[in-house]
């Protein structure tokens, strides 16, 4: 069976790419498979900064990381479930999974092991100077994805080729 890959983090949930990403899906009778990924390098370096700052101690900054992973894997959960829903209300054969670790590397794991003719991602809304200075997970995952990417962003939906940035 073809297979569609929907990439979602907390920072990257778009109405419109899991829209887009359903279609695919209705469309090429194909099954969509919606990964959350809890990004680990989002809170190392959220840890990091915080622990930095000195304003608070070891034990608080711990604390206040994993209330917000904890939080981060609700939403996830219940993004899960919203796209589930959608896809059964559209006939869209669907499977959904949580998983935590590095958002590039979750996602290249779950394309391979999937098969997936094509992978739909939502693109960070940043400056294109920060894209440039800090990198794009997007670009990488694009660079590196065994299938076709389609990023989508705020303007519009792109194929993989657009490299402009995550």
Do not use: Y
Not at 20 to 30: F, H, N, V
Not at 44 to 61: K, N, V
Not at 128 to 157: K, N, Q, T, W
């Amino acid at each position: 069976m073809k297979r569609i890959l929907l990439i979602l983090t907390p920072a990257r949930v778009s109405n419109s790419c899991v829209d887009e990403a359903l279609a695919a899906a209705e469309k090429s009778l194909a099954e969509l498979v919606a990964v959350f990924v809890l990004d680990t390098t989002i809170s190392a370096d959220f840890r990091s900064r915080l622990r930095d700052s000195g304003s608070l101690g070891e034990a608080p900054s711990d604390q206040l990381v994993v209330a917000m992973r904890e939080e981060q894997e609700r939403q996830g959960r219940d993004e899960l479930r919203r796209v589930e829903e959608l896809a059964r209300a559209r006939g869209v054969e669907i499977r959904t999974r949580l998983v935590v670790g590095e958002f590039v590397g979750c996602s290249l794991e779950a394309a391979q092991r999937e098969a997936a003719e094509a992978i739909f991602v939502t693109r960070r809304g940043r400056p294109a100077i920060s894209r440039f200075v800090a990198g794009s997970a997007v670009h990488d995952l694009s660079e590196a994805a065994p299938c076709e990417v389609l990023v989508h962003d705020a303007e519009r939906a792109t194929k993989g080729e657009n490299h402009s940035g995550e």
